[in-house]
């Protein structure tokens, strides 16, 4: 087992590895930003390395000067938590070239699932369905025009390298698809470095719907059941439950067993996650595989009993998993808190928090690196916590969230806590009537 590990990250989830690590008898190392040097994770880490300016290029970004930290406290691994350099190949295959164990999959696996159209082409070789589109990059207008023709509208466009619906425009007639190609490409080229584009068909009512899977360096890989994720704005999850409303026990066994295909294909070890766009009829298409640690991961562990990052840490240092498929026993929801202004189309709001209280109580659970006196900053993402309400019923899960955000008091700033109250008292969101287009007609009051 690891020595001391060095967290290549911030916020929440590196306080969240800090935890785990602590469990385990491992020391840890932060890294923090100049605009961090007051954050939770740096005080709470056994040592702590300033590595930089704000500016994520200058700090969280900067691979010299995280290699540097790893080297001057004498880490024998990096956990790269999620976001930042968490699916960067080149950081991994630098980690290794240093004698430094990187707490995830190969390079190799990194850079296979990395790219869309080469993720896509593996999958389709490994019997998993995916969303019938263009083979490979689109290398024009007109092949881009044919394709949609044969194909017939509504298609999306999507950049390869893109994330975070970056890249991504949705063409419902043909007179629409000239800018919406230019568009996609231009901005692919300003958020990736790369312009390549390719075409799939548009699902129509879709949900998304995950796989949560684990795989060993000795080729065993699980599954550990599904959670829901369409309740999002602007492609950006808000809201996270396990197990999905929309799931039979059917469905959750053809999921998993594509989702271990997918895994298996590339020989995968660490945790990840198979993402599925699911159509009103329940056939489900890969969408792409997140080789990381994810922001819902909590979910998870609160319906089947798991510590995610305990095993991401035990299989990077060799242990075998168990290969058993999980099955939720209870029900969870995350509400993901973001300093932001609902009312404001979602400002961000960074700012002073000058007053604190977090939820507590049976049930509940709240993931967060704020506290009274903490100031945001206005450089990085504008999650500053999460709740994570489980209960025996989605129903009672839903009335234990409820509760918790009613008793959750942040000032000083805004907050996505009153656009979750009104989500949960929602009668189509109770009932489970919901697609990833939800929130478009969502009316916040």
């Known amino acids: 087992m690891f020595k001391k590990v060095l967290i290549a990250n911030r916020g929440e989830i590196a306080l969240r590895v800090i935890r785990t690590c602590r469990e385990m008898g491992i020391k840890t190392v932060a890294v923090y930003s100049t605009a961090d040097k007051d954050s939770l994770h740096v005080r709470f880490a056994d040592e702590a390395v300033c590595i930089g300016k704000p500016a994520s290029s200058d700090s969280y970004l900067n691979i010299t000067r995280l290699m540097a930290a790893a080297e001057i406290t004498n880490a024998d691994a990096v956990h790269p938590g999620y976001g930042f350099l968490a699916e960067n190949a080149r950081f991994a295959e630098i980690c290794t070239e240093h004698g430094i164990k990187f707490i995830g999959p190969t390079p190799a696996m990194i850079r296979s699932m990395g790219d869309k159209i080469t993720a896509k082409e593996t999958m389709i070789k490994a019997g998993v369905p995916v969303i019938p589109g263009s083979d490979g990059l689109l290398e024009s207008l007109d092949q881009a025009r044919s394709i949609a023709h044969d194909m017939g509208y509504p298609v999306i466009i999507k950049a390869t390298a893109g994330g975070g619906g970056k890249g991504m425009r949705v063409v419902w007639e043909d007179s629409e698809l000239e800018r919406a190609y230019n568009t996609a490409k231009a901005e692919a080229l300003a958020s990736f470095k790369n312009d390549g584009i390719y075409m799939e068909k548009f699902v129509e009512e879709p949900r998304h719907i995950e796989i949560q899977v684990a795989g060993d360096q000795y080729g065993k890989v699980c599954h550990l059941s599904e959670r829901d994720c369409s ?70 562990e609160e319906v089947i009993n798991y510590d995610l990052i305990k095993e991401q840490i035990k299989i990077a240092a060799g242990v075998p998993i168990s290969g058993r498929n999980y099955i939720p026993e209870m029900h969870a929801i995350e509400c993901r808190i973001n300093a932001e202004d ?22 509940v659970r709240v993931d967060s690196h704020i506290y009274a006196g903490y100031v945001i900053p206005p450089y990085y993402d504008s999650m500053i916590g999460k709740i994570i309400a489980v209960a025996r019923t989605r129903e009672e899960a839903i009335d234990t969230m409820s509760r918790a955000l009613s008793e959750y008091v942040i000032e000083g700033v805004k907050t996505t806590i009153p656009f979750h109250q009104q989500l949960m008292r929602n009668e189509d969101f109770r009932k489970g009537n919901f697609t990833t287009k939800f929130l478009e007609t969502f009316v916040l009051q």
């Open 231 to 300: 309740i999002q704005r602007r492609h950006q999850k808000l809201v996270e439950e396990s197990p999905s409303p929309f799931m039979t026990p059917e469905l959750r066994e053809k999921m998993g067993e594509a989702a271990i295909k997918a895994a298996s294909a590339i020989n995968y070890e660490s945790v990840g996650t198979i993402e599925f766009l699911v159509d009103k009829h329940r056939n489900f298409y890969f969408m792409e595989m997140n080789t990381r640690i994810q922001v819902e991961h909590c979910v998870t």
């Open 342 to 363: 609902p009312y404001n189309d979602f400002r961000p709001s960074p700012g002073k928090i000058t007053v604190l209280h977090q939820p507590g109580g049976h049930g």
